[in-house]
Every structure is written in structure tokens, then in C-alpha cells.
């Protein structure tokens, strides 16, 4: 019933990002497109709620229950990013509005940006690591709770890697190919910091 759920949440959470984006840019009701886009939290709640009521109903803890918190540690991590971007392409693509500028490519612009992301995996990590400490707590019992302890290993194992990634960026950074806008930019930008 777990996985039902996640997979409901999930195809729930793009449904209302859908219905949000398309009542704000093609119906013209931005109000009311946020209004859906803000009920989106609402998903992670019934999941978190349906978790805990399957453990008090003395449910044996297991992947599932990981797999819930991970989920959700994501959604808090990166969720707000992803909307961010996605009204962005759906405001210029629906609304006129001028295209969204992408992230950097090179330098330590990128490594910067890279390193915001990072953080959003560091969150959602935190969040998944604090509640699966609460479900184990809540269920008491160390030796059923031994899968949700390797969840938190797997989700702090995760942030380490994406953070090593991260760091590449910030070790070796990316150089514009030379003679292209993205050089001329870095030069100008270098000159006006000497000035």
C-alpha cells in the first residue's frame, strides 16, 4: 500500500504541477494556479500521515517506510527548485514571458551553482534521516527497525556522492571554449572587477 501511494504522490504532484501551471499561464488565473501549485505539500503529508498509521496498525518496518522518507526528504530538498524551474519554461512558453536563464556552464558560476543543488540534497537527506529516526523511535524496537537505519545510510550515502560531484566543479572548473560568448562575458567580467 506504501508504494501505491508513493506512485500516487508522485503522478499526484505532476498532475497538480500541470493543472497549477496550465490555470496560472493558459486560463490567465494566476491566483488560482497558485492556489493548486501550493497544495502540492498537501501530497507529503497524506504520505506521511498513511506511513505513520501503517506503523501504529503494527506494521513490520521495511523498505517501503525508507522509501516513503527518502521521497519525501526529496520533495522538501528539491520540490520548490523544481517548480521554480518549471514556471519559468511554463510562463515563457504560455505566457510570453522571456526564456529562463539556464544555469551557468563554466567557471565558478557553475561550481556555485552546482553547490546550491548539493545543498538541496543535504536537505532532503536531513529530512529523510530525521524522519525515519522518528519512526524507529516511534516504533521502539531496534531489531524491526534495522532497515530504516540503512535508509539513513543510504540517503547520507547519496549527499556524499552528489557532493564529490559538486565538488569536481569547484576543483576543476570548466573553461568557456575559446572565442565564444560565454569567454567574452568571463573577460568583461574580470575587467569591470579590476576597474
Do not use: Q
Amino acid at each position: 500500500m506504501i508504494v501505491t501511494l508513493i506512485i500516487v504522490c508522485e503522478v499526484g504532484f505532476w498532475v497538480l504541477l500541470a493543472a497549477g501551471l496550465a490555470t496560472r499561464y493558459l486560463l490567465r488565473m494566476p491566483r488560482t494556479g497558485l492556489a493548486l501549485l501550493l497544495c502540492e505539500p498537501l501530497l507529503e503529508v497524506v504520505l506521511l500521515v498513511v506511513t505513520a498509521i501503517d506503523l501504529k496498525n503494527g506494521a513490520d518496518p521495511s523498505w517501503k517506510h525508507g522509501l516513503a522518507a527518502l521521497y519525501i526528504g526529496y520533495t522538501v530538498g528539491h520540490g520548490h527548485r523544481t517548480v521554480k524551474w518549471l514556471d519559468g519554461h511554463a510562463a515563457h512558453r504560455l505566457g510570453g514571458a522571456a526564456p529562463p536563464a539556464g544555469p551557468p556552464r563554466y567557471g565558478m558560476a557553475r561550481a556555485r551553482h552546482e553547490g546550491r543543488v548539493w545543498l538541496g540534497t543535504v536537505v532532503a537527506a536531513a529530512v529523510a534521516s530525521g524522519l525515519l529516526l522518528i519512526a524507529m523511535w516511534y516504533v521502539g524496537d531496534a531489531n524491526r527497525t534495522s532497515s530504516l537505519e540503512s535508509w539513513m545510510f543510504t540517503a547520507w550515502r547519496t549527499a556524499g556522492i552528489h557532493g564529490l560531484v559538486a565538488l569536481s566543479y569547484a576543483l576543476w572548473p570548466r573553461k568557456a571554449p575559446a572565442g565564444t560568448e560565454a569567454e567574452h562575458e568571463l573577460m568583461s567580467t574580470k575587467e569591470s572587477a579590476r576597474r
